[in-house]
């Protein structure tokens, strides 16, 4: 029982033997937040990414080594986490070409409406966000599948 008396969310524990599953241990992880995991290594929901892997990516202006908060926070992350690396390249493929389409909508001051402006200004913090998510999947993807893509791996 936790406190204020709430029940825990999870109440039961199933032990498998090796005995009876032998080869689960033998398994890769495949999917996109597990291999960040297994080969850049996830600390208490951050992931320090070296600039080698965002060299390219980002702006010269932050050189750093940044560090990534991956939570369901991120749009973008809760999207892609659970899928299959295989899988990864296609969606943010179509998130990128969402950040386009949103970047197309800009209003030309000249002929548009300060309504019309103010209605993308309201967007501009989330395409802001949603791009740069982008910049750091789309290298930390790269990244994975160059070791993912080798026969080492397979």
Request: proline residues 4%.
């Amino acid at each position: 029982v936790l406190g204020n008396g709430r029940m825990p969310l999870i109440d039961t524990c199933l032990i498998l033997d090796r005995d009876i599953d032998l080869m689960t241990p033998l398994l890769s992880p495949l999917t996109y937040e597990a291999l960040i995991d297994e080969f850049m290594g996830i600390n208490q929901g951050m992931l320090k990414v070296e600039l080698e892997v965002v060299d390219g990516y980002m702006e010269d202006t932050d050189r750093r080594e940044p560090f990534l908060r991956l939570s369901s926070n991120d749009k973008l992350y809760n999207d892609i986490r659970n899928a299959n690396i295989v899988s990864v390249g296609r969606l943010l493929q179509q998130k990128s070409i969402r950040v386009g389409e949103m970047e197309a909508m800009k209003p030309d001051e000249r002929t548009s409406s300060v309504q019309d402006i103010q209605d993308f200004l309201v967007k501009v913090p989330e395409l802001h966000e949603l791009k740069e998510s982008l910049q750091y999947h789309i290298a930390i993807t790269e990244k994975i599948r160059k070791i993912t893509d080798s026969a080492d791996f397979r």
